[in-house]
């Protein structure tokens, strides 16, 4: 989707970012228009591969306070989550603060799948790549916090998890402020309802590494010719906190709810993750929703989405939200 974070760069400038971080030329440029906040591009270089740039948005642009040094909290999870045993691409190299993009910029090796929001599967398939995916986030999720809850490299963090996460929602409100976000309650409305239910967060008390946009556009998929697709790898990290593992559950039944009979936690269970849906973990759950929906809502601001591409997102975000505070006003 086109974005005013997106950074535009001309073919002399992506030839001399992968001369000076590879070593190689490029041949060929595509710039990808899938992402939301970063821009991309897929590169074919002269030594036959192709790999994935990722460049941060202006350093003079104005995002969310938990967007701050997303590409850096992405090559982290790359560092960490890889020898847990979470399929991903390979991180080729990193660079924070290049001098002549003013920003941070990732290379990564390029994929040959596609996204599971691009192929055409069966219910069978489809229910057994939500097991397969499971098995991932309970992968994902042994990889342990150093005690500290929230976004680091934002600043956004706390001693406990009711701690950051209200930090973190705090800051989001904040942004709604600033960018006059429409929003179908006031914030005084949306602050209440989630500290009058914060008592439920206490109930998680080891960070774990959560990735916070598993929607099925950020899973690419694989197959042998005549079989059944696999995952082939998780991209886009750069959400990542430390916080509940619950959370990962919302962007997979994103506008929906999260059930029960789902094969997503029939795998992650599997796996060796823990998870039960009790009372205060449905609380715990509608809060998360409501706080994706408010950045899926109040990102607009910055970012300035092409309205003809965007009025989906906001009529279910919102829609979304409402939701979300109706049940917490319910408890």
């Not at 920003?103 to 990564?108: A, E, G, K, N, V």
Request: negative net charge; glycine residues 8%; charged residues 20%.
């Amino acid at each position: 989707m086109d974005s005013r974070t997106k950074q535009r760069l001309t073919t002399a400038q992506l030839g001399t970012l992968i001369r000076g971080a590879l070593g190689t030329e490029v041949t060929s440029a595509e710039e990808l228009r899938d992402g939301f906040a970063n821009a991309v591009w897929l590169l074919t270089l002269d030594d036959g591969r192709q790999v994935v740039l990722k460049v941060a948005p202006p350093p003079d642009l104005d995002l969310l306070r938990y967007e701050r040094a997303l590409l850096r909290t992405e090559a982290l999870v790359y560092h960490l989550a890889a020898p847990a045993g979470v399929p991903l691409p390979r991180l080729l190299h990193s660079g924070f603060d290049d001098p002549e993009l003013g920003s941070d910029y990732l290379i990564i090796s390029a994929l040959d799948g596609v996204p599971w929001n691009q192929a055409s599967l069966s219910e069978e398939d489809d229910a057994a790549l939500r097991h397969e995916l499971g098995h991932c986030i309970a992968a994902l999720h042994t990889v342990p916090g150093d005690g500290v809850f929230g976004y680091p490299y934002a600043a956004l963090t706390g001693p406990t998890w009711r701690d950051a996460f209200l930090v973190m929602t705090g800051a989001l409100l904040d942004d709604a402020v600033r960018y006059r976000t429409p929003l179908p309650c006031s914030l005084v409305d949306i602050a209440g309802a989630i500290h009058a239910n914060a008592f439920a967060l206490d109930a998680v008390t080891v960070p774990s590494l959560v990735h916070f946009d598993l929607w099925p556009g950020n899973v690419f998929l694989t197959a042998e010719p005549g079989g059944r697709p696999r995952i082939q790898a998780v991209i886009d990290h750069e959400r990542a906190f430390w916080g509940d593992p619950l959370a990962d559950f919302v962007t997979p039944t994103i506008f929906g709810e999260l059930r029960d009979d789902d094969p997503l936690l029939a795998g992650y269970r599997e796996a060796g993750g823990r998870v039960s849906l009790t009372p205060d973990a449905v609380t715990r759950d509608a809060l998360y929703r409501v706080y994706l929906y408010m950045i899926l809502l109040v990102e607009d601001g910055p970012r300035q989405y092409p309205e003809e591409s965007y009025a989906r997102i906001r009529d279910l975000a919102t829609a979304g939200l409402t939701r979300s505070l109706t049940f917490l006003r319910q408890r």
